[in-house]
């Protein structure tokens, strides 16, 4: 007599696995921090997805796997980094007091340093005082 073929077990039953979400990096202009600067202000978190699934078993052996939802259980936090604006202003130039070596003021303000009166301030609409 010829053996009866076995009749596959066929089962199935619902799984959950849980998966990361990547977080974003976010860089934001922060004019209170020197150029060139960086800081964190947020550090960044990943995100948890969770997925449901119908798994198929034959004679216990996984044959067949089914998402059958999907859900942001945490959602990602974005890390965020302060690049710095802030340029401070140049500091003014200092005066030059007719002692330094200036042999005239122009009118536009600038000192000339020329050697004779002539060619003195040409570029800066003339001489203003001459002080040798």
């Known amino acids: 007599?010829?053996?009866?073929?076995?009749?596959?077990?066929?089962?199935?039953?619902?799984?959950?696995?849980?998966?990361?979400?990547?977080?974003?990096?976010?860089?934001?202009?922060?004019?209170?921090?020197?150029?060139?600067?960086?800081?964190?202000?947020?550090?960044?978190v990943n995100g948890v997805e969770t997925t449901t699934?119908?798994?198929t078993l034959t004679n216990g052996v996984e044959t067949s796997r089914v998402a059958i939802s999907r859900q942001v259980t945490t959602k990602p936090v974005a890390q965020v980094t302060e690049a710095g604006t802030y340029v401070a202003p140049a500091a003014p130039a200092a005066p030059v007091a007719p002692g330094n070596g200036a042999t005239a003021l122009c009118k536009d303000g600038h000192?000339?340093?020329?050697?004779?009166?002539?060619g003195a301030c040409s570029h800066h609409g003339g001489v203003a005082q001459f002080y040798k």
């Open 53 to 55: 699934y119908r798994v």
């Open 1 to 44: 007599m010829p053996k009866p073929t076995p009749t596959a077990v066929v089962t199935t039953r619902i799984v959950t696995a849980t998966s990361p979400i990547p977080f974003t990096h976010v860089t934001v202009q922060a004019p209170s921090l020197a150029k060139g600067s960086s800081r964190l202000s947020v550090r960044g």
């Open 111 to 118: 000192y000339s340093y020329a050697a004779h009166h002539q």
